[in-house]
Structures are given as structure tokens and as C-alpha cells.
């Protein structure tokens, strides 16, 4: 089984797993919700970055040790530690970030100091309105970078792009800092199309292309993965350029095989 979306802690696993993994319990799990702008989601309790997570995100708690909790994300079912202290009790969002970044503010007003940063794709519950700007439960945000959560992107590329100037970060998945499976999810996501969170199991993702490339296609090398924006051209998050970047098919193709990182290995039509 794959670590990665299999929610057993090595101690205690999900009632979906009985029969198939010797577990000393298990469990329904304990739905929560990420409390914080942003956590990392970890191999094990202080152990490496797989993933990271946005406030407002599900999160079901399948254990608790040591100050932290194993459990699986909602949104594509990565399994991971988290700290204690960055969970919440799940609330019912009712809006998400549906530009780059935002703040969230002590008070409805421009001039106040900001309380938090927020990135594309948290999500929050409204709960008031007051001079432009939305209250929430953890504060206020502009009304504009708001969108309820039943109002969807359309473009996967459009989407893509909103990272412009992003930083390269292994395991990102916020406008502070993102990788290529990280920008890829958030492209389809945001477009209500499923998507996992790393880039070999996103090969998994639709069907093959098998004709020309067309706006929104994903082309996977081994352990790297970008968007087509046309036939010709693709946005990907790079350590290349330590960014997210455009660049010709063509030229990326042959500039990563010269850097003895392989061929083009799947393309795939979400």
C-alpha cells in the first residue's frame, strides 16, 4: 500500500482498512479543519514536507501522538502528520481565496494590520459584511478576493497562471511557495476537475492524449509534471528557475533530457 493515501498511522487506521492491515485499532476518524493560514503535511511527527495544506481544508484524525495528528486530507486524500495546534473544528466554508493571495484583518479596514496571509484556495466562513470586506470566523477579508465556494474557475491555464512569481518550494502548495504537482492540482481543483497531490499519482489523472497537445493537457516526466497552455507552450513550477515559468514544449523537452532527467513519459487529458 502507498503511504501516501493509506490512512494508518502504523498504530491506529481507518475502519475502511480492517481485513487489510494489522492495526492495533481502528477508527471512524475525528473530522477537523486546518485552523492556520498554512501547515506542512509530514512523513511522519517532525519528519520531511510531502505536502502542505490550506486553512480551511478537511482534514479526518485517525491519530494523536506526541503533540501531533495522523489523518487524511479531504481534498485528494493524502494521508500525513500534521501538528495538533493547527487544527480546528471543522466549520462549513462557504467562500474561498479565488485570487493569488490575500490577508486576513482585525477589522474592516484597508489601513489595519494584517493578521494573517491567506493564499489561493482557503476557505472560509462568512459570517458578516461591512465596507467591503467580509467578516469571517478567523477575521476579515477584501470582499473582492472572495468567491463562494460553489462558484468555480474554468480554466485550468488561467488558474496556472494566477502563481506567476510564485517561489519554487518542494511539497508547496500556496502562493508563498509551491512545486509542479502542487501548481497542477491547484489548476484543477480550482476547475472542480480531481486531481491528486503528487505527480506520479496524477498520471492516474483522465485520459491519454494521444493527438496534439491542447490547453490544460498535463505532460509527465519522472517525478515532474506541467500544463499545456497550447500545442506548443506549457507553465510549470521549475527548481530549473526556482519558479513557476513559461516555456516552449519543445526546448523544455530537450533541456531536461540534456540534464539526464528522461523523456516526456505520459500525456494526459483531465
Same mark, same amino acid.
Given at each position: ?5 493509506? =490512512?494508518?498511522?502504523?498504530?491506529? /487506521? !481507518? ?7 494489522? @492495526?492495533?485499532?481502528?477508527?471512524? *476518524? #475525528? ?74 484583518? =482585525?477589522?474592516?479596514?484597508?489601513? /489595519? !494590520? ?7 484556495? @482557503?476557505?472560509?466562513?462568512?459570517? *458578516? #459584511? ?141
Amino acid at each position: 500500500m502507498d503511504r501516501r493515501t493509506t =490512512p494508518y498511522s502504523g498504530e491506529v /487506521a !481507518h475502519v475502511a482498512l480492517k481485513g487489510q492491515v494489522a @492495526a492495533a485499532r481502528f477508527t471512524e *476518524g #475525528e473530522p477537523a479543519q486546518v485552523g492556520i493560514p498554512l501547515v506542512d503535511l509530514l512523513a511522519h511527527p517532525e519528519g520531511p514536507r510531502d505536502r502542505q495544506l490550506l486553512l480551511g481544508e478537511r482534514f479526518l484524525v485517525i491519530d494523536r501522538r506526541e503533540g501531533h495528528a495522523f489523518g487524511r486530507a479531504d481534498r485528494d486524500g493524502y494521508c500525513g502528520w500534521l501538528p495538533e495546534a493547527a487544527l480546528a473544528a471543522p466549520e462549513t466554508a462557504t467562500h474561498h481565496v479565488a485570487v493569488p493571495a490575500s490577508h486576513l484583518y =482585525p477589522e474592516p479596514r484597508v489601513q /489595519a !494590520h494584517e493578521i494573517g496571509a491567506l493564499s489561493f484556495g @482557503a476557505r472560509l466562513t462568512v459570517i *458578516g #459584511e461591512a465596507r467591503n470586506f467580509f467578516e469571517t470566523t478567523f477575521g476579515w477579508v477584501p470582499a473582492r478576493h472572495l468567491w463562494p465556494v460553489d462558484r468555480l474557475h474554468s480554466d485550468p491555464v488561467a488558474v496556472a497562471r494566477l502563481f506567476h512569481g510564485t517561489p519554487y518550494l518542494w511539497g508547496g502548495n500556496s502562493r508563498a511557495g509551491i512545486d509542479c504537482s502542487g501548481l497542477a492540482q491547484a489548476a484543477l481543483l480550482a476547475c472542480g476537475i480531481e486531481c491528486p497531490g503528487d505527480s506520479d499519482l496524477q498520471q492516474a489523472v483522465g485520459s491519454e492524449v494521444t493527438g496534439e497537445l491542447q490547453a490544460g493537457d498535463l505532460l509527465f516526466w519522472k517525478g515532474h509534471v506541467a500544463l499545456a497552455i497550447d500545442a506548443r507552450r506549457m507553465i510549470h513550477a521549475t527548481g530549473y528557475v526556482m519558479g513557476v515559468i513559461e516555456e516552449e514544449i519543445e526546448a523544455a523537452i530537450a533541456r531536461i533530457a540534456a540534464a539526464g532527467e528522461g523523456p516526456v513519459l505520459a500525456r494526459r487529458r483531465p
